[in-house]
């Protein structure tokens, strides 16, 4: 049995912390002698709403924290040595809420906030705004996701335009929502709002995003250009997450709103409840799962 230090640990917990935890007011935790023992490594002082590690230098880590002061701001905070310390190196307006980085060039990162979608590519010093041909309302954008294989191309899920994608690192966006469910007329928004987005590791032209009023899942097999309904079996809770075995990409889970964890073995085509084990008080609603 291949042993497990504590600094695989806490790489693992910074990882699941990335995709699954908002900190508050704490100050990011590691594991430092066990499975049960937290030390407290910053940034403190504000609400850790994203985090990103290097995939090229896992001792590299990125968190965005908010500021609840008016206005709202975002301190993007560094670290070079795995979470032991830390420092600020930028400052932008706006509440973050996604924090994505270039996996083939990892000082390139994209940062959203309420004021829209910034991008660095200098490790995180200097940002600019990649807004143009976006809804209007920057707080649209819910989540970002990169083609691991062409990281130029960008796909932005919003709150109520649907999906937008970027071919140019996020110089120009276009709407790619064929398909997609949409409001009956009257409505303020044209679609449902993407609360999850994922792209297949394996194969990036094929992605999966799941809705907040019950929409369901949809896929797409040829980079967002038309989509098609994948919720057999998930039931109409809200989908807040979902996950792609970067192994298998045909598996993936999904966490529905107090509907439970359900796993697909197929791409999408049909769900199963995999939740046997797990809490069922309170309603249970489960908002992130980890791959």
Do not use: C
């Amino acid at each position: 049995m291949t042993a497990i230090t504590a600094k695989t640990i806490r790489r693992m917990l910074l990882t699941g912390l990335a995709l699954a935890a908002v900190v508050w007011l704490g100050g990011l935790r590691e594991v430092q002698a066990g499975v049960d023992v937290w030390t407290t490594t910053g940034p403190e002082g504000g609400t850790v709403q994203a985090l990103a590690i290097d995939p090229q230098n896992p001792a590299t880590l990125y968190a965005a924290v908010r500021h609840n002061a008016s206005p709202e701001s975002t301190d993007v905070y560094k670290s070079t040595d795995a979470g032991s310390s830390w420092r600020v190196v930028a400052n932008l307006p706006g509440s973050p809420q996604a924090l994505a980085i270039d996996p083939q060039t990892p000082t390139t990162l994209y940062l959203r906030t309420f004021r829209g979608v910034y991008k660095s590519t200098d490790g995180g010093g200097r940002w600019a705004l990649v807004n143009t041909s976006l809804p209007s309302s920057y707080l649209s954008v819910q989540n970002l996701v990169i083609d691991p294989q062409t990281p130029t191309t960008l796909y932005a899920g919003t709150f109520g335009d649907g999906v937008f994608k970027s071919t140019d690192g996020g110089g120009g966006w276009n709407a790619v929502n064929t398909g997609l469910p949409t409001h009956p007329p009257g409505y303020y928004y044209p679609h449902p709002d993407v609360e999850a987005l994922t792209i297949d590791p394996q194969t990036p032209t094929t992605l999966y995003l799941g809705f907040g009023d019950g929409s369901g899942v949809y896929k797409s097999t040829d980079g967002g250009g038309s989509w098609s309904p994948a919720s057999t079996g998930l039931g109409e809770g809200p989908i807040y997450s979902l996950a792609i075995d970067p192994q298998t990409p045909t598996t993936l889970y999904a966490a529905v709103g107090y509907g439970g964890i359900f796993k697909s073995t197929d791409g999408g085509g049909t769900w199963h409840a995999a939740s046997a084990g797990l809490p069922t008080w309170g309603g249970s609603n489960y908002r992130r799962v980890v791959s």
